[in-house]
């Protein structure tokens, strides 16, 4: 084989040695990644496993458990979408569905904040799960919370999130916009979107995101603007 032909291989072993992705062990967007630690916060690889501490890298496959218990944690899908756990928040990946579906994760207590970058395909989306909605993130940043009493908060910080009831008959629909949320009752339905309000709680968590989604290419405004 001459020069010619060996050169353009190994220019593309080295891109595939170097890129910033990497090939998912599962089909679409598995595993998901470890790739910020700030705190206490701990991984579980299945039912038949405890709870150990979360490492920078380690690689989440369905069945799979986070959660934290002081600081934050981040995950990243193949294609580089976000999910960040707030302090005193958990998460559960149910098995992966078709390749074609969005990534499923349900929210089992806190709260999360999932960025997905604008233009994205569908398969590249996030679907958050809970007991009374599910949402699905599509070129955004936003803030889902399970309340204690059951109540799941969505908040669209830009973007746009499309929301519905849970299970297969998807009872309700309700597609919220930039600047918009919905609180969804612990029982019956929820009532119409509203103006996003930013009350003092969740300041810092907020800012904190919005810059990471900046800096991260997945859009918004400075924060404050």
Known sequence: ??????????????AALTTGRWSPAEPGEWPLRV??????????????????????????????AARTLQGRLTLTTAS??????????????????????PTRVRLEAGSVWVAVTPGSPPREHVEVQSPVAAVTVRGSGVGITLGRDGSVLVRVHHGAA??????????????????????????GKPGETRKLSRDNLDADWVKWNEEQDLAGGYGGKPPGQ
């Open 35 to 64: 790739v910020t630690v700030s705190g206490r916060a701990e991984v579980s690889r299945g039912s038949a496993s405890g709870w150990s501490a979360a490492r920078l890298r380690a690689e989440l496959e369905p069945g799979a």
């Open 1 to 14: 084989m001459s020069m010619r032909g060996i050169v353009p291989v190994a220019a593309l072993a080295v």
């Open 80 to 101: 580089g979408q976000e999910l960040r756990l707030a302090t005193l928040s958990r998460i559960a990946l149910p098995e992966a569905g078709a390749i074609d579906q």
């Open 162 to 187: 499309e929301c519905t009831g849970p299970g297969a008959e998807r009872p309700w629909h309700r597609v919220l916009g930039d600047g918009q949320e919905l609180l969804v009752p612990g029982a």
